[in-house]
C-alpha cells in the first residue's frame, strides 16, 4: 500500500516562482526522500532527511520535515522550466528502514 | 553516486511471450534489489525485494509466478514477465543498495524498461 499522499496533485507555475510540494504520510519513519523523475525515465534523488531533523537544503531545494504532522514539505526556489518533472516522496514506512514506499507524486509544469 | 543500468530499456512483444529484464549495478554490490512497477501517471508500487542468493520476497498482490526474479549474483538481478498480457504493459524501474552506503536505506535507481505487450 502507499505510504504517502501527495498535494497537489499537478501544480503549474511561471519561471522564476516558487514551487512547494507537500507529502504526508501514516507511519512512523526513520527517513524520508524526495525523488524526481521527468517523464518516462528513471528516479533522481534530490535528497534525504532523518526523522531527527526538521530541515535540510540543497541549492534550490528546501526540505522540511514534521514528524508530529507526520508531514514533509519540498520547495523549489526560483524554478526553471527545466524542473518540470513529477516529484515523489517515498519513506521507510514501518519497515524498519528496509523498504522504500512511494507517495502518489506531484506533477510540476513550470512554463518559460 | 553509484550507477545501476536497465536492460532493454523498452521492449515490444506479444502477448503470451516472456520477457526478461536485467538490473546491473555497475559499480557497487547490491546485496539487495527491488523491483517497482509505473503505470501512465501513477506513482512507483513495490513488486518484490531481491535478495543475493535467495528468493524474492513478493508484496501482497503480485503473483510470484508470474513475475520471476532473479538474483543470481551481487551485480545482477532479473525479472521475467512470463506469459505476458496487454495489462502487463507497464514501466519497470529497479532499484539496488547495499550495505555501508553513506545513507541508512539508500538505493540506487535504474532508468528504467518500458514493456508494451501487444
Known amino acids: 500500500s502507499q505510504q504517502g499522499e501527495e498535494d497537489p496533485q499537478a501544480l503549474s507555475i511561471q519561471e522564476g516562482e516558487n514551487a512547494t510540494m507537500n507529502c504526508s504520510y501514516k507511519?512512523?519513519?526513520?527517513?524520508l526522500q524526495w525523488y524526481r523523475q521527468n517523464s518516462g525515465r528513471g528516479l533522481v534523488h534530490l535528497i534525504l532527511?532523518?526523522?531527527?531533523?526538521r530541515e535540510k537544503h540543497s541549492g534550490r531545494l528546501r526540505v522540511t520535515l514534521d514528524t508530529s504532522k507526520k508531514s514533509s514539505s519540498l520547495l523549489i526556489t526560483a524554478s526553471r522550466a527545466a524542473d518540470t518533472a513529477s516529484y515523489f516522496c517515498?519513506?521507510?514506512?514501518?519497515?524498519?528502514?528496509?523498504?522504500?514506499?512511494f507517495g502518489a507524486g506531484t506533477r510540476l509544469f513550470v512554463k518559460a | 553516486g553509484a550507477v545501476v543500468s536497465q536492460h532493454p530499456s523498452w521492449v515490444i512483444c506479444k502477448s503470451g511471450t516472456s520477457v526478461k529484464i536485467e538490473c546491473r549495478s555497475l559499480?557497487?554490490?547490491?546485496?539487495?534489489m527491488f523491483w517497482y512497477r509505473q503505470f501512465p501517471k501513477q506513482s512507483l508500487m513495490l513488486m518484490a525485494t531481491?535478495?543475493?542468493?535467495?528468493?524474492?520476497?513478493?508484496e501482497q498482490g503480485v503473483e510470484k509466478d508470474k513475475f520471476l526474479i532473479n538474483h543470481a549474483s551481487l551485480t545482477l538481478s532479473t525479472l521475467t514477465v512470463t506469459s505476458a498480457h496487454p495489462e502487463d504493459s507497464s514501466f519497470y524501474i529497479c532499484?539496488?543498495?547495499?550495505?555501508?552506503?553513506?545513507?541508512?536505506?539508500?538505493?540506487?535507481f535504474g532508468p528504467g524498461t518500458r514493456l508494451t505487450v501487444l
Open positions: 559499480d557497487f554490490q547490491a546485496t539487495t
Open positions: 531481491s535478495n543475493e542468493g535467495s528468493k524474492a520476497t513478493y
Open positions: 532499484s539496488a543498495s547495499s550495505p555501508g552506503s553513506n545513507y541508512y536505506n539508500e538505493q540506487f
Open positions: 517515498a519513506t521507510d514506512g514501518d519497515t524498519g528502514g528496509f523498504k522504500t514506499i
Open positions: 532527511i532523518r526523522s531527527n531533523e
Open positions: 507511519t512512523s519513519i526513520n527517513n
